[in-house]
């Protein structure tokens, strides 16, 4: 774990090292982005998703306050230039997935070189996915103008292969929250995300991880009782710096089992399919997120009704980002399909990066696990 606590130090190093040799780097900040078409192009690609309380306070010098904390942040490290990361990025590639990230990415736009991806919002419609399609390739054809270079299938096939081995290896760890009793916690999980594709570093480190568990596995360690309360988190990303509630619900004697948010299990669940047209395939697994922005969002419900019972949730806990309007609303009809199809225990945490309500949450969380068991 010392190794995932102080990864950013690593990852900025590759990325610098990569920029020197004369690659391209690309930040992004939503799943809906194909890393798969920025490995073609032969560039780094990175996430640039704000998950630091400390930058929330210079963003709101030029956003609201009544922002999306994910937002704020993100600005906030463009705003005070302190992401190397975002600094050595040649192209941000962005996208419509909120009003109030398509807004932000227009004022970012002032200062960085920006290509927004328009997503479409009916998953259900053959039209959408085709306008989608479109957009993807509108994409490719900005690498290849940013980067001096032509995608070529041969290496769009390439890039699936390598990125569908990386989801694989995602896959696996998260899927080591199946074991009952819980073998890896939560946190332990959610310390393994990366920021950097196709970083050999990391993916090996992940490797370790998954052989660590392993061994735990055979010694019979185990890293809650094997009564605790089992919980499904769903709703919003999380990230380093943000695991609040992760902490708070296996503080109170509670084990996160897996994540269904974009952080956790939901971008890695479906590969990119190696055969047919490889623009397409990735444009198609990617429009098959089932965020909380698409209408309507059944996905997510088929989502949640597999991980429930894959992983003998106990609870559900929804944890909503203030101002997060799509999954704010959609938390409604989250609720009754919980209760009422899965017949599961389920709380909505409406929360932001700040630590203030740590204790009230606490209390929250607290009763929820006692009815869970």
């Not at 948010?261 to 990119?272: D, L, N, T």
Request: proline share 3%; charged share 25%.
């Amino acid at each position: 774990m010392d190794y995932f606590k102080s990864a950013i130090s690593d990852e900025i190093r590759y990325v610098s090292e990569q920029k020197q040799a004369g690659h391209g780097i690309v930040g992004f900040y939503c799943e809906f982005t194909p890393r798969d078409l920025i490995l073609a192009a032969g560039a780094t690609p990175i996430c640039l998703c704000g998950t630091s309380q400390n930058t929330i306070t210079h963003a709101e010098t030029v956003l609201p306050s009544n922002l999306c904390p994910l937002i704020k942040s993100s600005y906030g490290y463009a705003l005070t230039g302190g992401c190397p990361l975002l600094n050595d990025s040649d192209l941000l590639v962005a996208e419509t997935t909120c009003d109030g990230k398509k807004k932000m990415y227009e004022v970012l736009s002032r200062d960085k070189n920006m290509h927004v991806l328009e997503l479409t919002q009916k998953s259900d419609k053959e039209r959408a996915f085709r306008h989608w399609l479109a957009e993807v390739e509108e994409l490719k054809q900005k690498l290849e103008q940013t980067f001096q270079t032509d995608i070529t299938e041969a290496k769009l096939r390439t890039a699936i292969k390598a990125m569908n081995e990386e989801r694989r290896l995602i896959l696996a760890i998260q899927e080591l929250g199946q074991h009952k009793p819980a073998i890896v916690s939560g946190y332990e999980i959610a310390q393994t995300r990366y920021r950097v594709a196709g970083f050999s570093k990391h993916l090996e480190q992940m490797k370790h991880f998954l052989a660590m568990a392993n061994q735990r596995l055979e010694q019979g360690h185990q890293v809650a009782p094997a009564n605790a309360p089992r919980v499904l988190l769903t709703g919003c990303p999380t990230g380093h710096g943000t695991e609040k509630l992760i902490e708070i619900i296996e503080e109170c004697g509670g084990v996160v089992v897996v994540q269904e948010a974009c952080s956790g299990i939901k971008g890695v669940y479906e590969e990119v399919s190696e055969q047919g047209d490889p623009l397409e395939a990735i444009a198609r697994k990617h429009f098959n997120i089932p965020c909380s922005c698409m209408t309507p969002n059944e996905g997510r419900k088929e989502l949640l009704r597999k991980l429930a019972k894959d992983y003998q949730a106990d609870a559900v806990i929804d944890l909503v980002w203030q101002a997060c309007h799509t999954y704010n609303v959609e938390s409604v009809l989250i609720n009754e399909f919980v209760r009422k199809e899965l017949g599961l225990a389920y709380l909505k945490v409406e929360t932001d990066y700040s630590s203030s309500d740590r204790e009230q949450l606490k209390v929250r969380v607290q009763t929820l696990l006692e009815l869970a068991q």
